[in-house]
């Protein structure tokens, strides 16, 4: 029903745009034009015998739809017989012509009862051509035979099987089965009713005399034709691949293929394994294909995405690399292209201070360093870069104007065909994503600078440790105490920092936004220290950064307050996420008690 | 009376005799009216929750012999600390609200202390 109301509602539109007609005027005009669509469909005999012609997929690929075979397919097709009277077939010939430029009837084979007789005559001859009788329905099958004005005639390029079957008991349905070969008849031929059905005598012969059934009572139902343009012989199996850091859930994206611009598939999502196969998508060697990148995401849960891809330790990396931290040992903790291309904040290749600023006004919530193209958030913040060109983009092609690669949500590719298999692979990055926390793993030795101190006294744990649901590579784990009490009437969420030597600290909670409101939030972490503060949807983003040489202050370092007419404070409060920094800018875990 | 009239009363009739049927209610539970009976504890300590699974506002019952501050930690899968309240008990029940809005579905294990000292441990699905 979905489908009808479409239909009528694409046509709706259509004469809106040619002629601008108004809803009403639109419902008129279909109203008349109502009959008119029932004149390009077949009919049945009503009580007598219909004869299918049935696409049944291919040799290779039963469930293969008739739009996706390809040249050098073998495609199954039935020849059906419904049944609809009283009587009984007990013989019947059906004619099925075809196009032998585009089709080469390879194999058939009969499903009849036990002991019938069955032949299939091919009449080919110099080439033979059903001229129809235009007295007829086309799909009257006996009538175009049995009355006069319709007859074979010699047309090159076509050929015609008599498909014939005598039983003493009853032939019903699919009695016979025909395959035929696709080929590629060329750039100028028409490929339309290439097999068709010409004409069929059906009988009853279990009485005393022979029943034909009459004319009007043998039709071409539901299906008499076939016309399909075949695709091109392309073998070559096609995926698009990508390598994920395992903190972004891979089958939340996918890609749209697109062929000169057009879409030919729907949303195709990675599966866990992070692999799509585009192969039925891809059918042409001269057509031009293109990926675009999607997300099953709406733009909220985007956003709270990159509240976990930027924190707090993107900033303290990135001021360290470029000499901003204030705590000594500065410089070369970027290791990678990728990474200068994603603090880079302003595009224009030069990696400044100020870019560091930009991504601190980020975490802060006073700066967005995301672009607003007006496409969404996710085209400007998501980077699907071809694998070996993620691997290979060094700071040294970054710092040197050599070309960036093609970051973009769209992606051409170009599909070597030679190959039984094809792969485009993938890695992913995110704009502000320093520490690669979300990104993609950079293998191999092509990007990696030699001067990064990561290849020499730098180490990590050298496991990830689940941190609120993120795996975590860190330098270390510090110790901090989290509570929630109702004090003075207020709902109070305070943070204890137990641990030294840390210089930046960032904590995103949850509250209840229907029973609680924000207040403010109180820092208690040293004179020197910028601390910030900031409330979205229910979400407070606090944190410190000390960029003075000096580091937070350990007790009650955070207080959150809430107003709000309670006497439970069970579990109004909660913790996003957590972030922190060393020294060094390196991250580390803060591990609340 | 006349055939108008008598339409209407008894039409008038009917709809009085069917507004005044006992209404039917049967599809609907009735909750009791005491839900403190409900989450009371027969041990002398005990926690109790109001249903097998924690929704928002759903309520529990903590019983205890000595009077002072208990902590209430949740933590998710991996045992990161996702919420902990801390809340001032009489000796006896302490019937209190548990609000979800702010954690995130899943598995949680809900810790009950006092002074540092584990009193309760159980693991339940907050909606």
Known sequence: ?593 | MSYNFQKWYYFWLFVLFLACSKDDYSDFQTLSPNLADNMSIEEPTGLKFQGSNITDGSKFNLKVLEAGEYSIEVRDYFKNLTSKSIINAQSGDNVFKFYTRALQDGDYTITIGKDGQEIHNVKLVIK
């Open chain 1, 1 to 593: 029903m979905n489908r009808i109301k479409q239909f009528f509602k694409k046509i709706e539109d259509f004469l809106h745009d040619i002629y601008g007609m108004d809803k009403h005027m639109k419902k008129i005009v279909l109203l008349l034009l109502l009959p008119m669509f029932g004149y390009g469909q077949l009919a049945s005999s009503g009580d007598g015998i219909d004869v299918d012609l049935v696409y049944a997929g291919t040799t290779a690929d039963a469930n293969k739809p008739l739009n996706k075979v390809q040249v050098n397919d073998t495609i199954i097709v039935k020849l059906q017989l419904d049944n609809l009277s009283q009587k009984t077939i007990t013989y019947v010939h059906v004619d099925v012509q075809y196009n032998v430029n585009a089709y080469a009837r390879v194999d058939y084979s009969f499903n009849v009862p036990a002991n019938a007789q069955t032949s299939n005559g091919n009449w080919s001859g110099n080439g033979m051509k059903w001229s129809p009788n235009p007295n007829y329905d086309l799909n009257d099958l006996w009538a175009q035979w049995s009355t006069q004005g319709g007859s074979y005639q010699q047309v090159a390029g076509w050929e015609v099987d008599h498909v014939e079957a005598v039983s003493l008991s009853g032939i019903t349905g699919n009695y016979a089965t025909l395959h035929f070969k696709v080929k590629d008849a060329g750039d100028n031929h028409s490929y339309t009713d290439n097999i068709i059905i010409t004409m069929a005598r059906v009988t009853d012969n279990t009485g005393t005399a022979e029943y034909v059934f009459p004319v009007g009572k043998v039709r071409g139902y539901d299906t008499m034709s076939i016309t399909h343009i075949p695709l091109e012989d392309l073998d070559s199996n096609i995926y698009i691949k990508a390598t994920f850091n395992n903190n972004f859930d891979v089958t939340k994206v996918g890609v749209v293929v697109q062929k000169n611009g057009t879409p030919v598939s729907n949303n195709l999502y990675f599966d866990a394994g992070g692999q799509i196969n585009v192969t039925e998508y891809i059918t042409s060697t001269t057509d031009s294909y293109t990926l675009d990148f999607v997300t099953s995401y709406n733009a909220t849960e985007w956003e709270a995405l990159l509240d976990n891809v930027i924190t707090i330790s993107d900033v303290t990396l990135t001021l360290n690399e470029l000499g901003q931290y204030g705590h000594g040992n500065a410089g070369n903790v970027f290791t990678t292209g990728i990474q200068y291309s994603a603090v880079d904040s302003d595009n224009n290749r030069d990696l400044t201070p100020q870019d560091a600023y930009n991504l601190l006004g980020h975490v802060m919530g006073s700066v967005d360093i995301i672009p607003d193209d007006g496409t969404g958030i996710f085209n400007n913040s998501f980077k699907p870069i071809k694998k070996a060109d993620y691997d290979s983009w060094s700071i040294y092609k970054f710092q040197n104007n050599v070309t960036e690669p093609n970051s973009s949500v769209v992606h051409p590719i170009t599909v070597d065909f030679n190959q039984s298999s094809y792969t485009e692979d993938f890695k992913f990055g995110f704009i502000g994503d320093a520490n690669g926390s979300h990104s993609s793993a950079v293998e191999g030795n092509a990007a990696s600078s030699l001067t990064a101190r990561s290849n020499n006294n730098y180490t990590v744990s050298s496991a990830p440790l689940m941190s609120y649901g993120q795996q975590v590579l860190a330098d270390g784990i510090i110790q901090g105490e989290w509570s929630t009490a109702i004090e003075d009437g207020r709902v109070v969420a305070t943070l204890r920092l137990l641990s030294t030597d840390v210089t930046a600290l960032q904590l995103k909670v949850d509250y209840d936004n229907t029973v609680l409101t924000f207040d403010e939030a109180v820092f208690n972490t040293g004179n020197t220290v910028t601390n910030f503060a900031s409330e979205t949807n229910g979400r407070v983003n606090l944190g410190s950064i000390e960029q003075n040489g000096g580091e937070i202050e350990t007790g009650d370092v955070f207080k959150v307050y809430f107003s709000g007419n309670v006497t439970s404070p069970v579990g109004l409060v909660s913790i996003f996420n957590t972030d922190a920094a060393n020294t060094d800018g390196y991250r580390l875990i803060l591990n609340l008690q």
